[in-house]
């Protein structure tokens, strides 16, 4: 993934940083581990033409993950693999931390076109071991209709779940195969009620999906991004206005009914969600 665009990256690192907090690795077949922190990638340079390093996170036990994405085993990466785990080293001894370094995990994702990759690189006085997991065991279509029934019925995506949108271009073989799973992926996350979680559902896709990505398409999934981050906006300041209402009017002695009157009339919503912004916004 270190081919993605600088400016594609200021659009989406933000974002991503967020919604991967927290989240488990299950999705990709790492089930024990959870991502506790974002761990800033401006590593010192060992060569000048040197790749991008995209993923660094703080694991749930304690270790650095360094995550790549790959869609064709070969040995030679074990080379860049070995220089970002020298890079992430030298960061911490420049700053005199090493003991900070509980265990380095360099974690392999293979799209579902690899089903075998070797773990281990033995060169005798060095032997680097990394930790392969591989999409291709998981049930494409299984997920997709999943995913898609709980959009449909408006419910709130689980972690687990959004993660799985975010990779589901990655789970299907051949990568012209890949693109309607894109187009689809987009599609279903731009349905998403919660647009905070839609957000970062086109976050995902665009980053975890950039090698296969056309700079069209890229475009467009930034400009929903960009159109899905002014709906938010619009919608936390009508809510700054709502609860301001109830509260101010609340304060003043007007009855429940009348505000669910005034609620209706000035924000021209129907009386069951007004209730519910009374609801919650009533001071206990």
Do not use: C, W
């Not at 993605?4 to 991967?20: F, P, R």
């Not at 993923?55 to 990466?77: H, R, V, W």
């Amino acid at each position: 993934m270190g081919d993605i665009a600088y400016q594609n990256k200021d659009v989406t690192a933000k974002v991503m940083a967020e919604a991967l907090k927290g989240k488990s690795l299950a999705p990709f077949g790492i089930h024990q581990l959870k991502i506790v922190d974002i761990l800033p990638t401006n590593l010192p340079v060992i060569e000048s033409n040197e790749l991008r390093l995209d993923n660094l996170f703080l694991l749930s036990d304690g270790s650095i993950g360094i995550m790549d994405y790959e869609s064709a085993y070969n040995q030679e990466n074990f080379v860049k693999y070995i220089n970002y785990i020298a890079r992430v080293i030298k960061r911490y001894a420049i700053n005199h931390e090493l003991d900070r370094i509980k265990q380095i995990k360099m974690i392999v994702i293979y799209t579902a076109d690899v089903d075998h990759a070797e773990a281990v690189y033995d060169l005798g006085g060095i032997v680097l071991k990394i930790e392969p997991t591989f999409l291709v065991e998981a049930d494409t279509k299984a997920q997709y209709d999943r995913i898609r029934q709980r959009i449909d019925a408006g419910e709130r995506l689980t972690d687990e779940e959004l993660m799985e949108l975010m990779i589901l271009p990655l789970t299907v073989k051949g990568k012209k195969e890949k693109q309607p799973v894109i187009i689809s992926a987009v599609e279903l996350a731009k349905r998403i009620a919660d647009r905070k979680q839609a957000l970062e559902a086109l976050a995902g896709i665009l980053t975890f999906s950039d090698k296969l990505i056309d700079e069209a398409y890229k475009r467009q999934i930034k400009e929903e991004m960009r159109m899905t981050q002014i709906g938010q906006m619009l919608i936390d300041e009508g809510e700054k206005g709502i609860q301001a209402l109830i509260e101010d009017n609340r304060e003043d002695g007007v009855s429940e009914e009348r505000i669910v009157e005034k609620l209706q009339k000035r924000f021209s919503m129907d009386r069951g969600k007004a209730e519910a912004y009374l609801q919650r916004f009533t001071r206990s």
